[in-house]
């Protein structure tokens, strides 16, 4: 599904407006969607793209897509291994600002950038983020973890939340209201996700965690529906206003996300965060809108960044 008018033109309109255009290394776009994500955000003026993979395979994409590859900058590679360590190194060595994966798999890329000598990791975990529009809700609605961690524990989970809570204010949304997800509100020792809920917000209220508002467990009716939370007693400033949704693992947040895209219509950019420099990841289902989308977040986020770097490892 299509819509016209997004929540995400702001951010758009702010990566073009604001300082100089970014570079941004992109691994291995030999297909036409990755291609075509790049030239896009490129004549948008989001940021200006390395193209990093086998010359030849990037010639015959442009072709296919009637684009000139001169236009570009190109670093040949011989395979998808090298192009995810040479845009790695792009970024490691200030040449570029910013990752974008490309038609390799997302295992391959991450591989390269949590090598010991990337120089991309800090003292967090890895997290993904999705920032939803989704229709007759009232603002963006944040995601995470739905494409990096499967099971997280609970040191990696509590990373998860800093790193959604960090995104958010360096979009410039705020202090967000988190919920960390479960099945149910109460707390039963046979369900370790109202467990590890109890014990982040109880991080949250010791100061390990800062920067948010966080209620746990909620399920998902009483996260975001003030009335459920209300019918079920749920006193709280997150409970039913939720903007930030901390899912149990992977798999909860991979079907929550892809039910509210496919069966409501929302739209899911989406960005990997905890790294040095943000990480863009597309797909290939996604809409021209949401992949400049995911683009353009990046590169505000990668703005913040810049002022406040997160210690490295």
């Given at each position: 599904m299509h819509r016209g008018n997004s929540r995400y033109q702001v951010f758009i309109d702010r990566a073009v407006s604001e300082g100089s255009k970014l570079v941004c290394a992109v691994a291995h776009p030999c297909d036409d969607v990755s291609l075509a994500s790049a030239a896009a955000a490129k004549e948008q003026g989001i940021f200006e793209p390395i193209l990093v993979g086998p010359r030849i395979r990037l010639a015959k994409a442009a072709k296919g897509l009637g684009l000139d590859l001169d236009q570009f900058q190109v670093r040949d590679t011989p395979h998808s291994h090298a192009s995810a360590d040479l845009a790695v190194d792009l970024v490691k060595s200030g040449q570029a600002a910013l990752l974008m994966k490309g038609s390799l798999h997302t295992d391959e890329l991450m591989h390269a950038v949590l090598g010991a000598q990337s120089g991309l990791r800090t003292n967090r975990k890895l997290s993904h983020v999705f920032m939803m529009d989704v229709p007759g809700h009232a603002e963006l609605l944040f995601i995470t973890d739905a494409a990096i961690n499967i099971f997280p524990d609970l040191e990696t989970k509590a990373d998860i939340v800093r790193n959604a809570?960090?995104?958010?204010?360096?979009?410039?949304?705020g202090k967000p209201k988190v919920a960390i997800l479960a099945a149910v509100e109460q707390i039963?020792?046979?369900?370790p996700s109202t467990i590890d809920a109890a014990a982040l917000c109880k991080m949250a209220d010791r100061g390990q965690i800062e920067g948010g508002v966080i209620d746990g467990p909620l399920a998902l009716d009483n996260a975001i529906s003030p009335d459920a939370a209300r019918i079920k007693g749920i006193h709280s400033k997150v409970?039913?206003?939720?903007?930030?949704?901390?899912v149990p693992d992977l798999e909860a947040g991979n079907m929550l996300a892809k039910n509210l895209?496919?069966?409501?219509?929302?739209?899911?950019?989406g960005v990997v965060v905890g790294a040095r420099v943000p990480?863009?990841?597309?797909?290939r289902a996604d809409s021209e809108q949401t992949r400049l989308a995911s683009c353009a977040v990046a590169v505000c986020y990668a703005r913040w960044l810049s002022g406040r770097k997160l210690p490295a490892t």
């Open positions: 809570i960090e995104l958010h204010h360096a979009l410039g949304l039963n020792p046979r369900m409970a039913g206003y939720a903007q930030i949704l901390v895209t496919f069966l409501s219509g929302a739209l899911a950019a990480i863009i990841l597309t797909s």
